[in-house]
């Protein structure tokens, strides 16, 4: 038989689902723009424009790591129009 596919809404652990530990995972720009469905470059003008809220957390090699919950609350927020602080 074949393995799941692993397609959308599917979760490959058996560990029971924890939002605020996914959140705070940390994600390269190009997971963290397929995640918020924009661009690397806008992520990359999010962490430079607002780095208060959206800080390199980490970097692995050079490559910046953001928090996923960062990215979260910076793309929700420029949705809605809301002021972030820039520093």
């Known amino acids: 038989s074949a393995p799941p596919s692993g397609g959308a809404g599917s979760r490959e652990s058996s560990t029971p689902h924890n939002a605020q ?4 995972a940390l994600v390269f720009t190009d997971e963290a723009a397929k995640l918020a469905n924009v661009s690397e470059a ?3 003008r999010w962490a ?5 809220a959206m800080p390199v957390r980490a970097r692995d090699h ?4 953001y928090r996923l919950g960062d ?7 420029t949705r809605k129009g809301a002021r972030l602080r820039a520093s």
Do not use: N, Q, T
């Open 21 to 24: 530990e996914d959140l705070d």
């Open 42 to 44: 806008r992520i990359r």
């Open 48 to 52: 430079k424009s607002y780095p208060a």
């Open 62 to 65: 050079g490559r910046p790591l």
């Open 71 to 77: 990215v979260v609350e910076v793309e929700y927020a």
